[in-house]
């Protein structure tokens, strides 16, 4: 079974910082782009932060020169790290990878996009 599961969330005051985790685990061949997206209740599921292979990164206007997204390649891992934290990160922050699965002759041809079940980011007082 494949799956991406976060850690890291909670609550912290605004000017704080948080570290978000994410590992995937199962039959994978191999992981292309991995990212951080998040949602508020009544509002569409935005990109955060995105890193290619290769480490190539993207950020949302809003969080650049704030958040930093790394990835441990040979761990299956991605990571956000969150400073000056504001009211308005408040959101359930959301794991994203795009894998191909399986192995040898029988993995799949495309990557397959996966979602983490989600963690909740908090900033208030």
């Known amino acids: 079974q494949v799956q991406l599961v976060e850690s890291g969330g909670g609550l912290v005051q605004p000017g704080g910082s948080l570290r978000l985790s994410c590992v995937a685990s199962?039959?994978?061949?191999?992981?292309?782009?991995m990212g951080w997206y998040r949602q508020v209740p009544g509002q569409q599921r935005e990109l955060v932060a995105a890193v290619t292979s290769g480490g190539s990164t993207n950020y949302a206007d809003s969080v650049k020169g704030r958040f930093t997204i790394s990835r441990d390649n040979a761990k299956k891992m991605v990571y956000l790290q969150m400073n000056s934290l504001k009211p308005e990160d408040t959101a359930v922050y959301y794991c994203?990878?795009?894998?191909?699965?399986?192995?040898?002759?029988?993995?799949?041809?495309?990557?397959?996009?996966?979602w983490g079940q989600g963690t909740q980011v908090t900033v208030s007082t």
């Open positions: 199962g039959n994978i061949f191999m992981i292309t782009a």
């Open positions: 994203n990878a795009k894998m191909v699965i399986g192995s040898g002759y029988s993995r799949d041809l495309y990557p397959t996009t996966y």
